[in-house]
């Protein structure tokens, strides 16, 4: 299939900060021979300013997407384009980087802003670990046109048509980051560390001793305040007479088994039995193990993050699933 043309941008009118200089302070790469080792945990925060490059890109969709995929930097591998084929829709990845779903909210506006008040479908893939204790994100704040659905206090904002985002905008992305038109990350970090030798045991392993980390000190309970932000966003979905798709992001085998008796079984559970409890019309899939999708283990970048061979098996597996929640037909 053939992608959409890589976009990119030389300055920010959005006041952002280039990739490369928050990789540079968030992300130690050791290049030893063809070693090439890179926390994967401080890759995904040092990249907090694709939010500012997928708002630009989505401002300059026109016409506006009849589909947005919604995420972290587990679904900024899922190309547009190949969903929209099986859909027979256009569609657009506005996933960023250890995305939440603070900003879901604001992107899920910013769509609908940008497609005149009408609906626009809604692919969320969820993470277990975006609903764990986390302050707000201030970096959502420097593109004005999402900051502009939080308000002062960083709840939301007044339910008000904000109009269309300037077309004007421009961004500066790393030399190792590559995005398409339509939102895709057509090439990152992962296919670099790639490139150089890094290995999938050692991806997952890298994987393994960070979530290890955040399982067994930073994740004691689902979020309260994170589970209202994703009542909030269904609520405002079902008003714009969308019903969201929202699927457990899937995770490595080898990962799972690690880190399920360290934590990850039970906020897994706990996860399911809060959204299952939320009201509001949405649809659930739970894609964590891949067996539910026919995936492959080695179509993994590390533990969390899979290859474009993996997420079109995804993205086939939720079109058959929630076509109609997808397509509104």
Known sequence: MRRPPECRGRASSFSVQAVTSRAARGCALVLTGLAFACSVAAAARAASSDRAIKACLLARTTPAPKLVVYGSSRAEKLEPAYLGSLLHETAFNASVSAGTPDDVWAFAHLAHDQAGQKPVRALWLLDLESLRPHPFDASLL??????????????????????????????????????????????????????????????????????????????????????????????????????????????QPAFMQALGPD????????????????????????????????????????????RVANTRRLAAWIAQHARGDLTGR
């Not at 500066?172 to 970090?189: E, I, N």
């Not at 979020?223 to 405002?236: F, G, K, L, S, Y």
């Open 263 to 306: 934590g990850w079984n039970q906020r897994h559970a706990d996860v399911l039995k809060a959204l299952r409890a939320l009201g509001g019309r949405f649809t659930l899939l739970d894609a964590s193990s891949i067996a539910a999708f026919g995936g492959s283990p080695t179509d993994f970048y590390d533990g969390v993050h899979m």
């Open 142 to 251: 420097q593109a004005p046109v999402l900051a502009r659905y939080f308000s002062a206090t960083f709840g939301p904002a007044p339910e008000t048509p904000h109009g269309l985002a300037p077309t004007t905008c421009s961004f500066t992305t790393s030399p190792l980051t590559h995005y398409a038109a339509d939102g895709f990350r057509a090439r990152d970090f992962h296919d670099a560390a790639a490139a150089h030798g890094m290995t999938l045991a050692r991806g997952v392993q890298l994987a393994i001793t960070d979530y290890r980390r955040i399982y067994r000190t930073g994740y004691p309970r689902v979020e309260p305040q994170e589970v209202a932000w994703v009542a909030r966003t269904i609520r405002a979905f079902n008003s714009w007479g969308v019903r969201p798709v929202i699927v457990l992001t899937p995770v």
